[in-house]
Nanobody, 126 residues
């Protein structure tokens, strides 16, 4: 079973930057698509960004396009989310997730992912 551990959250002023990391336990990480999702208080979990197994394809939610960058280092079994120009509306708990399918196309739905981390909190102060 894949275990995912996020880190890098914190409190940042509006306009600031953070880089989230997600360490995966499985060596098969390199064949799984990965995604970042977030959940703000009182709201449903929503898609943020996703990357395919090789890192060659990425997809972003419109709300973060041009500000966030998803990437992966398969040699280190680690997924990243670089977040720039942060806004108060970006405040949420951020989760990384792994697709159970190998060598699949990018997925953007919550139900497309089987493995989830525990989340890391990001707070953007206005």
């Amino acid at each position: 079973q894949v275990q995912l551990v996020e880190s890098g959250g914190g409190l940042v002023p509006a306009g600031g930057s953070l880089r989230l990391s997600c360490a995966a336990s499985e060596r098969t990480f390199s064949s799984n698509g990965m995604g970042w999702f977030r959940q703000a208080p009182g709201k449903d979990r929503e898609f943020v960004a996703a990357i395919n197994w090789s890192g060659g394809s990425t997809v972003y939610a419109d709300s973060v396009k041009g500000r966030f960058t998803i990437s992966r280092d398969n040699a280190k079994n680690t997924l990243y989310l670089q977040m720039n120009s942060l806004e108060p509306d970006d405040t949420a708990v951020y989760y990384c997730a792994a697709d159970w399918r190998h060598y699949s196309n990018i997925k953007v739905g919550v139900t497309d992912y089987l493995y989830w981390g525990q989340g890391t909190r990001v707070t953007v102060a206005s």
